[in-house]
């Protein structure tokens, strides 16, 4: 079975200044997608990057990018410019290709302190 | 486009007593999906539906759990003789049914078992 490991239960980092978020990720599979999720405290879970496994060029959004290592099984999120709004949970999430059971690890809570 | 709404927001029920949730997805969204998050954990998959079908149940699915999407648009998760263990953040999430597509999820009911 598939597993994701987040090793950092909480980060801090102060606005403005760049933080990268670590996931790792266990799997026999090379059809694979992966994904970060944001979690804002008491508000809905929204998709913030997706990356999949066949693309070997890293995907970016605006602020957010991961740094993939396929071979390492790695897929860190780095928020740069980091803004107050970015505080919240982040989840690291693993999709099997073919499958809709999306796994995902239990998360970091980031503090963006002003 | 109003998002994906749950009902209630929060629920409070003795030991022995039977909940049921709602759920509505984004109106064309033909995929819905049910997970549970408990303190400190990241979301764990239930099950999905396609439509009115029922494709995936996981082992957290006990018996004294039933989902059902009659119609293909709203869905409803009803939990019977709750346990204490029972007592999570129960998310809903849809998505359009492209393949891969993100899931857009919803604020989830809170259960807590007395």
């Known amino acids: 079975a598939q597993t994701v490991t987040q090793s950092q239960p909480e980060m801090s980092v102060q606005e403005a200044e760049t933080v990268t978020l670590s996931c790792t990720y266990d799997?026999?599979?090379?059809?694979?997608?992966l994904f970060w999720y944001k979690q804002p405290p008491s508000r809905q879970m929204i998709l913030v990057i997706r990356?999949?496994?066949?693309?070997?060029q890293n995907a970016t959004e605006n602020r957010f990018s991961v740094n993939f290592q396929k071979a390492a099984k790695s897929f860190s999120l780095k928020i740069s410019d980091s803004q107050l709004g970015d505080t919240a949970m982040y989840f690291c999430?693993?999709?099997?290709?073919?499958?809709?059971?999306?796994?995902f690890g239990k998360g970091t809570k980031l503090t963006v302190n002003p | 486009d109003t998002g994906v709404s749950q009902d209630p927001r929060h629920k409070i029920t003795k030991r022995g007593q039977n909940v049921t949730f709602r759920c509505d997805p984004i109106s064309e969204h033909n995929r819905l999906y049910w997970y549970r998050q408990t303190l400190g954990q990241g979301p764990e998959f239930l099950t999905y539906?396609?439509?009115?079908?029922?494709?995936?149940k996981s082992r957290l699915l006990s018996d004294r759990f039933s989902a059902e999407r009659p119609k293909g648009s709203f869905s409803t998760l009803e939990i019977q003789r709750t346990e204490q263990g029972d007592s999570a953040m129960y998310l809903c999430?849809?998505?359009?049914?492209?393949?891969?597509?993100?899931?857009?999820f919803g604020n989830g009911t809170r259960l807590t078992v007395t």
């Open positions: 990356q999949e496994a066949y693309k070997q």
């Open positions: 999430a849809s998505s359009p049914g492209t393949d891969n597509s993100p899931l857009h």
């Open positions: 539906f396609q439509n009115e079908a029922q494709l995936e």
């Open positions: 799997t026999s599979e090379n059809n694979y997608y």
């Open positions: 999430a693993f999709l099997q290709g073919g499958s809709e059971k999306l796994v």
